[in-house]
C-alpha cells in the first residue's frame, strides 16, 4: 500500500519543473556580458538584471545551484564552444552557433534601431537609404542577413565598436564621424538616459527583424543529461513568463 501511494503521489508533481540538482551536476556555470542593461549590467560590482533575475529564479525552480561570470561577449561564445563554461545569454540563434549550442529558451527579444544625433536625421526606410553612409554598431552583434550582406558588399561603410561602447558611440555620433548607429532599442535608450543624451540622440527606425535572444547550453561542456537540463529550462522558463513573474521582475527593472 505504501508503495502504491508513493506512486500516486510522485504521479502528481510536475514533472517538467522541480528536480534534484544531483540530477544534473552541483553548480552551472554561465557567462554573459556586464554592459546590456536592462537585461544584464552591474551596480556596485554585482551582476544584476532581467535575465540575471529570471535565470536566478528558474534555477531555483529546477533545483541547480548557478553561477554567472561576466566576459566580454566573443570570449562567452568562445567558452561555450569549447565547453570551458556550462552555457551563456543571450544569444540570437544562427547556424553557425548551432553546431555547439543547445538552445534552451528565449529570455528577451532585441529589436535593433537606427540612432541618429537630433538635427541630422536621416531619410530611412529600407536599407538602400543607408548606401554610402558610415554605421557604427557592435563588432559581436549580428543585425541582419541583408544589413550584414550590404556592408559585406562596401554599400554600408562600418565603423565597428567592441562590445557595446556606448560612451565610444556617442563620441562618434556627435563628432560627426557616424551618420548613424546600430543597438537594441531598449539599452540604446537606458545609456543614452543615464548619459543625459536621451533628447540629443534618437531612433529613425528598425533595421531587421525583432529577434530572440536564448539561453544556450554547450553541447561538450562536462554537464550531465544536457538535453534533460535544457527542457528543465525550456518549461521552467515558459512557466515563469505564464504565471507572472517575468513581468514582475521586468518591471522592477524598467520602472
Avoid at 47 to 55: A, K, M, P, Q, Y
Wanted: proline letters at 3%; aromatic letters at 10%.
Amino acid at each position: 500500500m505504501k508503495r502504491i501511494v508513493m506512486i500516486v503521489l510522485s504521479l502528481l508533481i510536475p514533472l517538467n519543473v522541480y528536480c534534484q540538482a544531483e540530477e544534473f551536476d552541483n553548480k552551472l556555470v554561465l557567462g554573459t556580458v556586464d554592459d546590456f542593461p536592462p537585461f544584464f549590467y552591474k551596480v556596485d560590482g554585482k551582476l544584476t538584471g532581467i535575465d540575471i533575475d529570471v535565470l536566478n529564479e528558474a534555477a531555483k525552480r529546477i533545483g541547480v545551484a548557478i553561477k554567472i561570470k561576466a566576459y566580454p561577449w566573443k570570449r562567452v561564445m568562445k567558452l561555450v564552444e569549447k565547453g570551458t563554461i556550462d552555457g551563456g545569454f543571450a544569444a540570437f540563434k544562427t547556424k553557425e552557433r548551432e553546431e555547439f549550442c543547445l538552445y534552451a529558451e528565449i529570455l528577451h527579444f532585441e529589436e535593433f534601431q537606427l540612432f541618429v544625433r537630433k538635427g541630422n536625421e536621416l531619410r530611412y526606410s529600407d536599407i538602400s537609404e543607408l548606401y554610402g553612409k558610415t554605421i557604427g554598431k557592435d563588432r559581436w552583434v549580428f543585425v541582419g542577413d541583408e544589413f550584414e550582406k550590404t556592408a559585406k558588399e562596401g554599400e554600408i561603410r562600418l565603423e565597428e565598436i567592441s562590445d557595446l561602447n556606448i560612451p565610444n558611440m556617442r563620441k562618434l555620433l556627435n563628432a560627426g564621424r557616424l551618420d548613424a548607429a546600430i543597438g537594441d532599442l531598449g539599452v540604446m535608450m537606458y545609456y543614452f538616459k543615464s548619459l543625459g543624451m536621451e533628447k540629443d540622440i534618437v531612433p529613425i527606425g528598425p533595421v531587421g527583424k525583432k529577434k530572440g535572444a536564448y539561453l544556450i547550453l554547450s553541447k561538450v561542456s562536462s554537464l550531465r543529461d544536457k538535453i534533460g537540463l535544457q527542457n528543465k529550462f525550456r518549461a521552467v522558463l515558459q512557466q515563469i513568463k505564464e504565471d507572472g513573474t517575468y513581468q514582475g521582475i521586468f518591471e522592477r527593472h524598467t520602472k
